[in-house]
């Protein structure tokens, strides 16, 4: 009977052992839960109602108060603060689209300046190219002038002055204006002053290439009715002799190119040079004119011998 009453006193004593932390622990957790004010009721609600066959026999959890009400408030502000964010953004993409006008509107302008400026490349492209034609397109008598200006460049003043004393004053005016202002100087320096003085006021009254060359031939023309309407006066006899002297001295090529230039514009000044100069020295003249032109020679030849 003892042993009996021990056991049963040793299982409850066992059984005080493993229930009194239990309890101890679950009136712990229920004044923590107290403490911390959960709703113990309504989680073990919840989460019966998440249990399969379990929710059909547990009845759902009260609704919290004011709960609706908070939902309600929190949607008007998350439709508020959606609106605010859609006005902002409405209000960058129309600062944008005047940002992208606004550069429409550069770029518009732009492309006229560069549509402009392109025409006015190609107006003045024409120009330049109308201008290179006309250049190209230059009368050959004036080649022929510019020619005989640069041999007469090309000698000794004193021996240039001389040969252009027997041009006309506009003839002369013709050449020395298509010469440099060196050449000019040096060249009027060793001319008779008066033919000098005379030169210089036409070359100062000249205007165009086309009067010059009309009014040396004028004069020339003047010059070649007066030649056979009188006589050769005595004193022409001396320009003969300081033309011949002048050829002579000079050596035979240059001779040459310089009567051929000078045929262009006055043939009958070459004719009488020759006719002045001694036969060795026209012979001299005559074969490096050949070399150069045969037919140029071939015709003053003619004149020479008295043909037209």
Known sequence: MELENEESASKFERFL???????????????????????????????????????QWIPDPPAEPGGEAAEEEGGKEQAESSESTIKELKAQLAEKDAQLQQINNEKTEQATQVEALQKQIDTMTAEAAAAKAAVEEEDPYQDKVTELAKLYSGMKASKAAPIMENLTAEEQVQILSAMNNAS????LEKMDPEMAAEVSIKLKESTNSTDMAIAALQSRLKQNQADTAAAPAASGNLDQEKLSQTFTSMPAAEAAALLSSMYTVSPDKVITVLNTVGDTVRSSILAEMTKKDSALSAKILNRLMGGK
């Open 17 to 55: 052992f493993l229930m009194i932390p239990i309890i101890f622990t679950l009136v712990l957790l229920g004044v923590l839960l107290t403490l911390f004010n959960m709703d113990i009721r309504n989680k073990a609600l919840e989460v019966g109602n998440k249990l399969p066959f379990v929710s």
């Open 184 to 187: 000019k100087t040096a060249i």
